[in-house]
């Protein structure tokens, strides 16, 4: 069974953290890059969830960069891992083939959803201010 | 983030079920494929990792089958799951990059394992026994198991 966040959550979450740190409170593409150790080419692809989400705002021109736009203090890290990966379907439980039988009740049902919504609620649970470096 | 089941786990745990029903007799694989409504082939591909495991003993033959070979009630959610989805790798905490040390590099691995420790907690702590009981109404309503018993109760 696979339980993996994508390396793309941990990215934008190491994106918050650098640019919560840095000193001017803005970080340019290219050094917020370095930091993440992935291209310039990528880093639109990690900031958009963030930027989406209204956290971040980028702006263009030599002083240009990413900023952080919101208070950070509600958000949680299943809001991120939600912003990044998309939002959970709470009805959803199985992966149905082509042939799923859509009145059929699936007997794991229960305990499944039991368990993702522990696991749910410890991400909600986890405040993304408690464990970003702030300046 | 997928925190999907795949339809597996749940034939398999029907399955279990139909064999576990018949108190240690064995049960032929084209008789569970049509309490299960999926064909003989794709029962095999179910049946496979529960013999493997040690769920249940198969035997070949024209009176060949299923046997249930363990207890279900000394058997948790997350036994089946992991028998039929291949056990939790408990140090990955993303998927992405196989190059990636992925321990060391994600930033998030602390809350992440705790988010999922949460989960496969209630997996474990949930036994089939009761998932089984607790699901049998639902189970156990269709053209094939309707239950001469019910409503002749005293």
Redesign the interface.
Known sequence: MRLELTKKTDLAFQALDVIAASDDDRVSGPVLADSLEITTQYLPHVMAPLTRAGWVSSTSGPKGGYVIEADLAGVTLLDLVEAVEGVFDESRCLHLGPKHDANHHCALHDPWMRARSALLDELDNTKLDDMITVT | ???????R??LA??AL?VINRADGQTVSGPDIAGVL?ISPHYLGTIMGPLTRAGWVRSSTGPTGGYRIAVLLADRS?LDL??AM????DRE??????PM?PVVE????HE??T???D??????AG?NLGD??S??DN??HNGPHSADPSTGSAR
Not at chain 2, 1 to 7: G, K
């Open positions: 983030m997928h925190l999907d089941l795949t339809q786990s749940d745990l029907q079920d409504r959610v799951i992991e989805e291949g056990a939790v990955i905490c993303m998927h992405g990059d990636q590099a994600c930033a998030l809350p992440w705790r988010s999922r949460a989960l496969l907690d209630v997996l949930t998932v089984l607790s699901s639902t189970m």
